[in-house]
């Protein structure tokens, strides 16, 4: 198991998070501190493998504390979580080792992704064999096919796309699945199946409504960024 110490001064956020570590197989949640000095008491008696660690914090900042830990050779692996956006703050905590960085408000799957990523990594790096390079592409971000995911079976690339493409230029609108299909001229069931498994991977929002006659009619629309543009989780 994967011991993590989640650093976070918001209880609230810091029990959302165990959840959310825990809710991944592989990890295990060994201590949450709300402050810095807590969490150096923390780790100075106890082996953990990741920290999962907030920016602001009252008495030790997060990156004051990544600098202490790397002076003192201390070697466990940080994701920070944090509401800063500034590029100097995120320059420099990746600067210094961090494997991650997570900007609140995030969803779940890019805390499991992110988890999934830095689980890879924690098994190939503690292998006794050779590391060939197609080991190193699995676990590097410079690697293209890197956030690709394999497709659900009975999915198909070219059609995710076209699905994928029509939500993208239409992303304004909230479209029902009967909408889809009627324009791209595939069947209700097919386009439904694309839809459900872009929701599922954070691509598309997906809202019921109802209304006063039959049963609700699902509506899907694409998630967008703070600026307005869709940002797909695989191209």
Known sequence: MISVLIVEDDQMVAKLNKH????????????????GEKAWKFINHNNVDLIILDIHMAKVDGLAFLKEMRKKLIQADVIFVTAAQESETIDEGLKLGAVDYLIKPFEYERMKSALENYE????????????????????????????????????HEKTL??????????????????????????????????????????????????????????KYKMRLNSEGVSVPTEL
């Not at 570590?21 to 402050?35: K, L, M, P, T």
């Not at 890197?146 to 009975?154: D, E, I, T, V």
């Not at 498994?197 to 691509?203: C, H, N, R, T």
């Open 120 to 155: 890879r990594r924690y098994h190939l790096l503690r292998k006794e064999h050779v590391i060939k390079q197609e080991d190193i592409d699995k676990i590097t971000t410079k690697n293209p096919t890197h956030n690709q995911r394999p497709l659900p079976k009975g999915l």
């Open 20 to 35: 959310y570590v825990e809710s991944v197989q592989g990890f295990e949640v060994v201590g949450v501190a709300n402050d």
């Open 161 to 218: 796309k076209k699905v994928r493409r029509y939500m993208q230029d239409h992303k304004d609108e909230l479209l029902t699945s009967d909408e889809v299909a009627a324009e791209l001229e595939f069947s209700r069931v097919t386009v439904r199946r694309y839809l459900e498994y872009l929701v599922s991977i954070g691509e598309l929002t997906l809202e019921i409504e109802y209304g006063s006659i039959g049963r609700p009619s699902n």
